[in-house]
């Protein structure tokens, strides 16, 4: 077995917890599913360890260790906070990170039946994210540019999802995203990755935002694709209207990287329909579903 089939069970979270913050190790140990990069498991009520699976490096977890204790504190929603760092070892000779549990089921596996409570309450999380970040902020890596910058990976989606009778609206969203202006005001603090496995939701809204690991410094259209992508039919007009900081330009770019980000769910479950590596068969639906609110959308 390689380093990066490492098999993460229980048992081996439990003795890597006693062995480096025994003081926690009475707590209960219980799989999260889901996951990819990194895997979670619960530990306790209020705690959960996240395990760097297969991530070639363990970025993603030292961004969430160095910024999200800055972040969270003024953001309005829960957010995991890092409290403890797990260090490489002979049992595992990767990085793990016990963090705070962020309460709630994954849209994935949910709904949102409040849909504008809902758009309210993300657009007042956005709002309180994306203030301008300190020089020393991460840049985006695979994400984070403008939507001409991604064409290959958007034609690449649409070829392999194939969304049949709304594929010419679905290329005229992306064609009007590529021929909008470029982000002109200072680089945003930005999740860089909402979508329905990365926020949590209860009673009919949306109740907490998870997986910082792709956080970046940049555009907020990354961000704001999720008035489609998370977000029901007909919620993106009072999304917009409460966040109130996007210009014509940033909605046009927002709607084309929802439409690649909804292709690219899709694709995840259509992978998951194969029995594939990493595909996930609870994002295909959530996948077309958004898709058809961008290109059902009047913008």
């Not at 049949?164 to 603090?189: K, M, N, Q, S």
């Not at 998370?230 to 007009?237: D, I, M, Q, R």
């Not at 009072?238 to 770019?253: K, L, M, N, S």
Request: negative net charge; charged residues 25%; aromatic residues 8%.
């Amino acid at each position: 077995m390689t380093e990066r089939e490492i098999e993460i069970t229980a048992d081996l979270v439990r003795e890597l917890v006693r062995e480096q913050h025994p003081d926690l190790a009475g707590l209960a140990v219980r799989e999260v599913a889901g996951g990819w990069g990194n895997q979670m498991w619960r530990l306790g009520d209020e705690l959960a360890v996240r395990m760097q699976r297969m991530d070639p490096t363990p970025e993603h977890q030292f961004k969430e260790r160095r910024w999200l204790p800055v972040l969270a504190p003024r953001l309005p929603l829960p957010v995991p906070t890092p409290v403890r760092d797990g260090a490489p070892s002979a049992r595992f000779p990767k990085h793990w990170t016990v963090m705070t549990w962020v309460p709630g089921e994954p849209l994935d596996h949910g709904m949102i039946s409040r849909g504008e409570h809902a758009a309210e309450t993300l657009a007042g999380f956005l709002r309180a994210l994306h203030v301008e970040a300190p020089a020393e902020a991460p840049a985006g890596s695979d994400r984070g540019g403008h939507p001409k910058e991604c064409t290959d990976g958007f034609e690449r989606f649409l070829r392999a999802v194939d969304p049949g009778d709304i594929t010419a609206d679905v290329r005229a969203v992306w064609d009007d995203a590529v021929a909008a202006p470029e982000w002109e005001g200072p680089p945003l603090w930005v999740h860089g990755d909402l979508h329905p496995a990365n926020v949590v939701v209860s009673d009919g809204t949306l109740t907490g935002v998870v997986d910082f690991g792709d956080m970046f410094a940049g555009d907020p259209a990354w961000d704001l694709a999720a008035a489609w992508v998370l977000l029901p039919a007909g919620a993106a007009a009072r999304f917009f209207d409460v966040y109130a900081r996007a210009d014509e330009a940033t909605i046009r770019r927002a709607r084309g990287l929802a439409a690649m980000k909804s292709l690219f769910l899709m694709l995840m479950g259509q992978n998951g329909d194969r029995g594939l590596p990493g595909g996930k068969p609870t994002w295909g639906p959530a996948g077309r579903a958004a898709l058809e609110r961008v290109t059902a959308d009047p913008r």
